[in-house]
């Protein structure tokens, strides 16, 4: 079965953290890029970060020196964390996988997400 399983995500205050994890089933065989997205009602979906299989990392200017995206290659886990908190980042984040599953061709899948809202 293929998965991709996000958490953490959750209520948290402004000016407060989270750390999202975004665990890829083992079907994956090789991962190229890992893709963390969001989206809130009304808006856009927004890609908000990204790691290559070499580890090189991007994130788009709302976040930037804020969120840190990582992965833990043992694991099959990628993660998001998230500090200073803002109540616009409030939204659902979604991992999406740019990656080779067995017996597949090189495909995109996606998680079915995690709500993070941000307020008092």
């Known amino acids: 079965q293929v998965q991709l399983v996000e958490s953490g995500g959750g209520l948290v205050q402004p000016g407060g953290s989270l750390r999202l994890s975004c665990r890829a089933s083992?079907?994956?065989?090789?991962?190229?890029?890992t893709y963390w997205y969001r989206q809130a009602p009304g808006k856009q979906r927004e890609l908000v970060a990204t790691i290559s299989s070499l580890g090189i990392t991007h994130y788009s200017d709302s976040v930037k020196g804020r969120f840190t995206i990582s992965r833990d290659n043992a694991e099959n886990t990628v993660y998001l964390q998230m500090n200073s908190l803002k109540p616009e980042d409030t939204a659902v984040y979604l991992c999406?996988?740019?990656?080779?599953?067995?017996?597949?061709?090189?495909?995109?899948?996606w998680g079915q997400g995690t709500q993070v809202t941000v307020s008092y």
């Open positions: 083992r079907d994956f065989m090789s991962i190229y890029a």
């Open positions: 999406n996988v740019d990656g080779l599953v067995r017996s597949s061709r090189r495909s995109t899948y």
